[in-house]
């Protein structure tokens, strides 16, 4: 009887933290590892890494430290959104306490953007303040060639650690290692994509290992230097399905027209 009860009161909270997204980080029907297939990094170890949050600190998009005062994202981590009510939490391995946050001077995203296609989903923000670098706060170097099918790559963020089933966000920085896919590739019948992938994009992929929600505008890096953007994919980490990235390399242009020019 005593066990019946305790399996009941287990059933009931489950229930209910299940309903709640993004607020508790207790999830007792957690099913993978980390971003989805990672581990719990540090800030220090990616220290161009931030978090794009709203006032009342609710993280909803990464991004990468590109100079003093400016973060690239993702366009569609920007779309809708006002300048007032973004803020970037710098230089902290939890997204919810410690580094610094500062607001935001002005933003844009690329004109071409299509959320159809989520062709050219690349955007920044200029910071209000310039921000120093420091052990936890690092300026990171944009690609001038996108890397070659097979390399190893590392995205980070503190997007969801599963697809189905993952409520909360985790408060750590995670990683985890993907091998580029060129958009060729990644558009061929090796994979299941097929014609929608495009010039502007670069895949990543590696068994069971992907970036997820939350992790949007986040860095694919090699290094110290920004290959990606996280953009989109079908689900995470799923079969044949890379995770989808703004290619660094082409929009570098634009990123540092934009960058010079707002
Ligand atoms: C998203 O919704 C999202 N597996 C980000 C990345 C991926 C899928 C979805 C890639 O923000």
Redesign the pocket.
């Known amino acids: 009887m005593q066990g019946l009860v305790v399996l009941l009161v287990c059933l009931a909270v489950g229930t209910a933290f299940a309903g709640t997204v993004g607020v508790s980080n207790a999830d007792p029907f957690e099913r993978e590892g980390r971003i989805v297939g990672g581990v719990d990094t540090t800030i220090r170890a990616h220290p161009y890494q931030v978090s794009l949050q709203t006032k009342s600190g609710s993280h909803f998009c990464g991004g990468s430290l590109i100079n003093e005062d400016t973060v690239v994202t993702a366009a569609h981590c920007l779309v809708g959104r006002k300048i007032s009510k973004v803020f970037v939490r710098l230089g902290s391995t939890l997204y919810n306490e410690g580094g610094v946050v500062v607001a935001v001077r002005e933003l844009a995203y690329n004109e071409d953007y299509s959320s159809k296609t989520m062709e050219y989903d690349v955007g920044i923000l200029k910071l209000a303040e310039k921000v120093q670098e420091t052990e936890d706060i690092r300026y990171i170097e944009l690609a001038t060639e996108t890397p070659p099918t097979g390399t190893t790559a590392v995205v980070t963020g503190w997007?969801s650690k599963c697809y189905f089933w993952c409520m909360t966000l985790p408060k750590t920085l995670q990683e985890v290692s993907v091998d580029i896919v060129d958009w060729k590739t990644c558009a061929s019948d090796e994979y299941k994509y097929g014609e929608i992938i495009y010039d502007s994009m670069v895949c990543a992929y590696e068994k069971n290992k992907?970036?997820?929600?939350?992790?949007?505008g986040g860095p694919l890096a090699v290094g110290n230097t920004l290959v990606g953007i996280?953009s989109?994919?079908y689900?995470?980490a799923s079969h044949l399905l890379p995770?989808?990235y703004s290619d660094v390399a082409v929009l570098r242009k634009w990123i540092l027209n934009a960058t010079e020019t707002l």
Do not use: P, Y
């Open positions: 997007g992907d970036a997820c929600q939350g992790d949007s996280v989109w994919g689900a995470c995770g989808v």
